[in-house]
């Protein structure tokens, strides 16, 4: 039997503590009032929460939470909300937050109808072609994926946060994007990850003159932490878009100057594929894990499928007697992890184009013949499920929201460039970034991607196709109401994030911030290591290799933004301090 979700959710917090609780200050809270929370630490839990009654929202930048967080307060609903976010990130966070880009909304409403995902995902354009990204021979050029105008799908992020303002939303378009062009025209100022980020991926973006004329000062140095950034061709951009619906960026002006931009490079983006974008409403991915309902998101993600998948798999182990990052605890979540991944490289791409066994790949029976394959002693070589080679590149720069109002409507979004900073391409005279998404297809079938992700033929370029994602909005569910709104960036490490944050709140029992901040592993079939962030302990290590498991220590993983709803309506809220502007914040 799981435990109750609500079992730690640290009821001893003083509730009328302000919601508005940051990473700085959960973190100062902890050094200046440490006696306050020192029956939490003796209970285990060690992070504390945002506790709010009426309203949560967390983000990775505290802008916009701010406002997402304002327009709550104003009355408005948690789509309200998230799509006001979404847009403010856009400005506030360009190396992941994008109108450039594409991604997946969930949502889940206090009513208890069923939960819908909005798919806003990047498409090929018309003129894409299965062997775009070989050469004559067959080979893969990897950069024409990652750094040319070729890289980018069709942008879908403007249409889909529109769509799901005009089904699930009170306010209008104009509102929303309101504080993302006052953002943009009146500045902000900059901390210190911005300006670390322009840094380092200096040598990639200056090679794109209106990218360092956008992002870099005059004198082609990044901005300094504390200086006021302006963005003034993003506010015009967003200000067509507030006059003009979609059509302010698929039509008009904006159009114009994506396909201009196209036109000069070579790029196969046209008028004509930015007028046909539509985003699709979709079924999310429904499973159960010891009485919790899972919603996540269907292809063109594979994310729902393979947490569903890993759940069911583990669900016939005793995680939470294992405890927390055991030896046994990695081994297992290894060993599930392998096998899904496995999956993942044969059978997942865009349904609108391929089947993907969905039914099977999520079915209890499935993962009970899985889980026969699992030794609890010695790790199965990934050699044994499938060969492989993977590449090193990686780049996790994706970014996840999630809000929750006082209806009890839940929001759980992610959205993406790609890299940090996506293509490192610049649209001329119109100020945002544009998604180097298409590497995210099978350059060639059985090439792995940037993330080391093997794709099959199901992923394939085609025209009009979304190229397969690893991004997992999810909502977790207990008879019938919102219990756990989380996702996370970090490529192909944002399923077993997502995932992670799941187990430790149902079989560990953490509360959301202790869910998030604790460290994660990963495994994903190829590379056949375990991927550990600091903090899991040598003896364990040592313990998992003598399994026949090999362990490498690797950087953060993640960024996952929670919030959790308690039995009495409580809502706690988790920010990942791995990425430092994250908050979350409530009322
Ligand atoms: N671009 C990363 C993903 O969609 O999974």
């Not at 391929?354 to 999520?362: C, I, K």
């Not at 590449?391 to 209806?407: G, I, L, Q, R, Y």
């Not at 953060?556 to 908050?583: F, H, K, N, V, W």
Request: glycine letters at 10%; proline letters at 5%; hydrophobic letters at 35%.
């Amino acid at each position: 039997m799981g435990r109750d979700l609500y079992q730690h959710t640290t009821k001893n917090l003083a509730r009328a503590r302000s919601g508005r609780l940051s990473i700085a200050t959960t973190l100062a809270f902890l050094v200046v009032i440490g006696p306050a929370f020192g029956q939490a630490i003796l209970e285990g839990e060690r992070f504390h929460p945002a506790t709010a009654k009426q309203g949560m929202v967390a983000t990775s930048h505290t802008l916009a939470t701010e406002v997402a967080l304002d327009v709550l307060r104003d009355g408005g609903n948690a789509v309200d909300a998230a799509v006001t976010a979404g847009f403010a990130l856009a400005v506030t966070q360009p190396r992941s937050g994008n109108i450039g880009g594409g991604g997946f909304m969930l949502i889940s409403r206090g009513d208890g109808s069923e939960p819908e995902a909005i798919d806003y995902r990047e498409k090929a354009p018309a003129a894409a072609t299965e062997t775009m990204f070989q050469d004559k021979s067959g080979n893969v050029v990897r950069d024409r994926s990652r750094f040319t105008h070729l890289a980018a799908g069709v942008p879908g992020t403007v249409a889909g946060l529109a769509l799901a303002l005009e089904r699930h939303g009170t306010i209008s378009l104009e509102r929303a994007l309101a504080p993302a062009i006052r953002l943009a025209r009146e500045g902000f100022i900059v901390p210190h990850r911005f300006t670390e980020g322009l840094e380092q991926a200096r040598e990639r973006l200056e090679r794109w003159p209106a990218t360092l004329a956008t992002f870099y000062r005059p004198d082609g140095s990044a901005w300094q932490p504390g200086e006021r950034f302006h963005q003034p061709e993003l506010a015009d951009t967003l200000q067509r878009i507030a006059d003009h619906g979609v059509k302010g960026f698929y039509a008009g002006e904006t159009a114009r100057l994506i396909a201009d931009e196209m036109a000069r490079h070579g790029g196969p983006i046209t008028l004509e594929d930015l007028k046909d974008y539509r985003p699709e409403v979709r079924t999310p991915v429904h499973g159960t894990y010891r009485g919790y309902d899972i919603f996540s998101m269907s292809p063109p993600s594979s994310g729902g499928t393979h947490i569903v998948q890993i759940l069911n798999i583990l669900e016939g182990f005793p995680m939470a007697d294992f405890g927390h990052n055991s030896a046994d605890a990695i081994h297992h979540m290894a060993e599930a992890m392998k096998l899904a991944y496995a999956d993942r490289s044969k059978y997942l791409g865009d349904t609108d184009y391929v089947d993907v066994p969905l039914e099977g790949l999520t079915s209890k029976g499935y993962a009970e013949e899985l889980r026969k394959t699992i030794n609890s002693e010695k790790a199965r070589p990934a050699s044994d499920i499938n060969p492989g080679q993977p590449a090193a590149w990686e780049s996790p720069e994706t970014t996840h929201f999630s809000v929750v109002d006082k209806w009890g409507n839940a929001v759980s979004n992610t959205y993406t460039i790609n890299f940090s900073y996506g293509s490192g391409i610049t649209v001329e005279g119109a100020g945002f970034l544009l998604n180097n998404e298409m590497d995210d297809f099978s350059a060639r079938p059985g090439v792995p991607n940037a993330y080391g992700l093997i794709g099959g033929e199901a992923n394939k370029v085609e025209p009009g196709k979304r190229m397969l994602s690893s991004m997992s909005p999810t909502i977790v569910r207990k008879d019938g109401k919102n219990v756990l709104v989380t996702g996370s960036p970090g490529g192909s490490r944002i399923i077993t994030t997502t995932l992670q944050v799941i187990l430790n709140v149902i079989d560990h029992g953490m509360n959301i911030q202790t869910a998030v901040s604790v460290p994660r592993m990963h495994h994903q079939w190829l590379p056949d290591e375990i991927r550990i962030e600091q903090g899991i302990s040598p003896d364990t290590i040592r313990l998992l290799e003598d399994r026949g498991h090999t362990v490498v220590r690797g950087s953060a993983m993640g960024a996952i933004q929670s919030i959790m709803i308690d039995e009495d309506g409580t809502l706690y809220g988790g920010a990942d301090p791995r990425r430092s502007t994250s908050s979350a914040m409530g009322y």
